[in-house]
């Protein structure tokens, strides 16, 4: 089967995307950021979609996909934590769980352990809630720059329950993500 599917070019596009989204956080350019946020976001869904339907799921897929979601993930929180947009908080736990996820995945490769890497339903909930964070955040951007960081402040309206549920889930995914890899060790050490 061929590596470079259409899955794999959204994922690869999404990956340059997130570039421009970058360019266009640091402009403060609210109207483009969101359009390409949310053009990034729609191709993370539709690349899965097609992988599974037209069983097209590659390695290189299931390499770049997270991949790509990290890198649209840091670039949006990072960034509009730094202007003082999203509070400091959930960008350190959406980085922390991440960081740690792949502290883990060196591990096992450094251990030599069998492992195959997959993303759990909760893991893919909690994507998803950073993307809306995120997108909800952008939007009242795009409506006026104070809204964002007011309606947070205020700890009123979606973005301060939003961003709150968003922590909660990305935690829990760090746990699951912790006892599955417990798991995996514990079966390779016997």
């Given at each position: ?17 997130a570039m421009v989204f970058l360019f266009f956080l640091l402009e403060e ?99 998803l809630f950073q993307i809306l964070t995120l997108f909800f955040f952008l ?18 309206g979606r973005l301060f329950f939003l961003t709150g549920f968003t922590a ?23």
């Amino acid at each position: 089967m061929r590596r470079l599917n259409l899955p794999n070019l959204l994922t690869i596009t999404r990956m340059f995307g997130a570039m421009v989204f970058l360019f266009f956080l640091l402009e403060e350019n609210w109207h483009w950021s969101m359009i390409i946020f949310s053009a990034a976001a729609l191709t993370d869904m539709i690349d899965g979609t097609i992988a599974r339907m037209l069983s097209q799921r590659t390695r290189l897929g299931g390499f770049l996909d997270p991949m790509a979601d990290k890198i649209l993930m840091f670039c949006g929180f990072f960034v509009l934590t730094m202007k003082g947009i999203i509070p400091i908080w959930i960008t350190a736990v959406v980085v922390a769980r991440d960081v740690f996820i792949t502290t883990g995945i060196v591990l096992f490769v450094i251990r030599r352990a069998t492992f195959s890497y997959h993303p759990t339903y909760l893991s893919k909930a909690a994507t998803l809630f950073q993307i809306l964070t995120l997108f909800f955040f952008l939007a009242d951007l795009y409506r006026g720059p104070s809204l964002a960081a007011n309606a947070y402040v205020l700890g009123t309206g979606r973005l301060f329950f939003l961003t709150g549920f968003t922590a909660i889930l990305t935690c829990v995914t760090g746990v699951q993500y912790a006892a599955i890899g417990l798991r995996v060790l514990r079966g390779t050490e016997n």
